[in-house]
Structures are given as structure tokens and as C-alpha cells.
């Protein structure tokens, strides 16, 4: 209860800062990281890889559960006429393999959440100057992400997503 009056006042706080007499109005922007990702040639390439990336996992995952499926099948269809010894030896393996498969998976996915922090990070880090630039340009004081904002609702007037697009998309044409 108590942390909500305090937030409640810290709002209203916030709120009397921005509409108050006698303040200077504070100017704000936004901009759609997602969109940038998604729409941006940059952006689009990460997904491409990341992509590419979880499609070899799930080749290499899927070719060893054909492998566990057909030694399954093998145990169940041959068990009565082979030796308890190829008995043991075909479950040895089945376990070896179903290890293997266990440890793949964990390895993917690892991987591909390591992959993707580290080229959403660089994206991240190439971003920052361009909206800095953009909000100096502007005269913004600030500028919020909407994916991570949690916003209702937004003017489109200060929505400065596509001219950050453009600048990146320009920026990494300029590099090649």
C-alpha cells in the first residue's frame, strides 16, 4: 500500500513537473526498437541469421531423433531373437543418443540466446548514436522505446522510428 501512494505521488510529481506553470515544456519522442529490427536492413539480416542458426540446430536435433527413433524401433522389433549382450549394447546406445540429443538441444539453445544478445547488443550500440543525433537534431529531451515503454498510446507526430530506419539503414550503406 505504501509503495503505491509513494508511486502514485512520484507520478503525480512527474506529471506536475511536465503541465506545471513555470516549467519549461518537456519535449518527448519515441521509437520502436522492434520496428527498427524488423524493418531495417540490419535488422533484417539478424533475424536472417538467427534464423539460419536455428534452422541447423533443429536439423541437427531432428536427424538425431530419427537415429533414437530407428534404434527404438530396432530394440522393439528385434528384441526377442537377439542376446541379452545386443540387447544391452543397442540400449547403451539409445541412452548414448538420447544423452547426445539432451545435450545438443541445451547447446542450441544456449547458443542461439548468446547469439542473439550479442547482435541485438551491437544493434543496440549502433542505434543509440543515430537516436542521440536525431533527438539533439529535434530539440527532444527524451526519447522512450515503445518495445520496452509499456505505452498506451502515442502520437504518431512524435514517433521518430522510420527516420531512425532510414539514418541506419544509411549509416550501414555508407560502411559497405
Do not use: H
Not at 526498437?33 to 534464423?51: C, F, H, N, W
Not at 541447423?56 to 527413433?69: C, G, H, P, V, Y
Not at 541445451?106 to 536525431?134: H, M, T
Amino acid at each position: 500500500m505504501r509503495k503505491r501512494i509513494l508511486s502514485i505521488g512520484c507520478l503525480a510529481l512527474f506529471v506536475g513537473v511536465l503541465t506545471g506553470a513555470g516549467f519549461a515544456q518537456v519535449k518527448i519522442a519515441v521509437v520502436n526498437s522492434q520496428d527498427v529490427l524488423e524493418k531495417s536492413a540490419e535488422g533484417r539480416k539478424i533475424i536472417a541469421r538467427l534464423t539460419e542458426a536455428d534452422k541447423q540446430n533443429t536439423a541437427a536435433i531432428t536427424k538425431l531423433d530419427d537415429e533414437i527413433r530407428t534404434l527404438q524401433t530396432k530394440l522393439n522389433t528385434q528384441r526377442i531373437t537377439l542376446t541379452d549382450e545386443a540387447v544391452m549394447a543397442l540400449s547403451a546406445e539409445l541412452d548414448r543418443k538420447n544423452t547426445d540429443r539432451k545435450r545438443k538441444a541445451e547447446d542450441a539453445y544456449s547458443g542461439i540466446n548468446e547469439l542473439q544478445q550479442r547482435l541485438f547488443k551491437r544493434l543496440q550500440d549502433e542505434l543509440i548514436p543515430i537516436v542521440e543525433q536525431l533527438g539533439k537534431e529535434k530539440g527532444m529531451d527524451v526519447i522512450f522505446d515503445l518495445a520496452k515503454s509499456g505505452a498506451v498510446y502515442w502520437s504518431p507526430a512524435i514517433d521518430f522510428t522510420a527516420e531512425v530506419i532510414k539514418r541506419y539503414d544509411a549509416s550501414k550503406a555508407v560502411g559497405k
